[in-house]
């Protein structure tokens, strides 16, 4: 695995562990960030001994407090599309579409693209002390790396709109209430409770929980069009050697060897 600048990846068994290593920075996300982001994910596509992802961030403060604004000064609008588009496609579908399960583990500060990445993981672990927002507006700016879309469809368009539009922060318990977050755990839990959560999931078929993230992913797109990818997907399963001995092991009453 190649040595990243921004970033530290931690490989423990099965689970690789991706901090934000810009602590100074509160995590910020910039140029080369989110670069070496988009890197490690087709590392860890190809890499079949990693099952799960954990992110989080360096220090106690933040997850990730946003992109670096500093790198917005002076672009135009055309710069400022590709600098949306290459977000997009190269990091924060990269993540949603990851063919493993991959939480944030929120601890501290999430805010604008933080927040935009949090909500690209399949699932979300937030410290107690956690605020979460999207303040581009503050800026005369929208959120430009799917936070318009994914909090919608997280929370409702009700509550994105009033978050995004007042550019507030809500504390951790508040979005676990809204459904933004799916836990709020003591700091020093944290990282345990992503781990146990993926370790759960070890015990199930890596081919069929690839395949659930793709009938979600797809229902999000166009409902219709996720109907129709479940029942192809849960065909396709009944070819796998992973189904073959997990109706197999439900017969003979054990469990199955995943």
């Known amino acids: 695995m190649r040595k990243y600048n921004t970033i530290l990846v931690d490989v423990d068994t099965n689970t690789a562990r991706i ?6 920075k509160m995590n910020a996300l910039n140029a080369e960030t989110l670069a070496e982001i988009s890197a490690i994910f087709d590392e860890l596509e190809n890499d079949h001994t990693v099952r799960g992802v954990i992110f989080t961030g ?6 990730i407090a946003g992109a670096d604004i500093t790198e917005f000064q002076g672009l135009t609008a055309s710069e400022a599309f590709a600098l949306a588009e290459r977000g997009h496609l190269q990091v924060m579908d ?9 939480i944030a583990a929120v601890n501290g500060f999430a805010l604008g693209g933080g927040l935009e990445l949090a909500m690209a993981c ?18 005369g700016i929208i959120p430009g790396y799917g936070g318009t879309q994914r909090l919608t469809q ?17 504390v951790a318990e508040e979005a676990l209430t809204w459904g933004l977050v799916n836990y ?11 781990y146990s959560l993926l370790e759960k999931i ?10 659930a993230i793709d009938a979600v992913n797809t229902s999000l ?13 849960f065909a396709q399963s009944f070819d796998t050697v992973e189904s073959k001995e997990g109706i197999q092991a439900f017969i003979e009453k054990r469990k199955p060897n995943f």
């Open 202 to 211: 070890y015990t199930r078929s890596p081919i069929a929980i690839s395949y």
């Open 154 to 170: 997280l929370v409702g368009r009700g509550k994105a709109l009033e978050m995004i539009m007042t550019a507030d922060m809500i």
């Open 184 to 194: 709020v755990v003591p700091a020093d839990e944290l990282l345990t409770k992503c």
């Open 58 to 63: 360096a220090g106690s403060k933040a997850f």
């Open 94 to 102: 990269k993540i949603a579409n990851f063919s493993k399960p991959v």
């Open 221 to 233: 797109i166009n409902p219709e069009n996720g109907f129709k990818k479940e029942i192809e997907l």
């Open 122 to 139: 399949h699932i979300r672990v937030a410290s107690e002390g956690a605020k979460l927002g999207l303040p581009e507006v503050s800026l």
């Open 19 to 24: 901090t934000i290593n810009r602590a100074d």
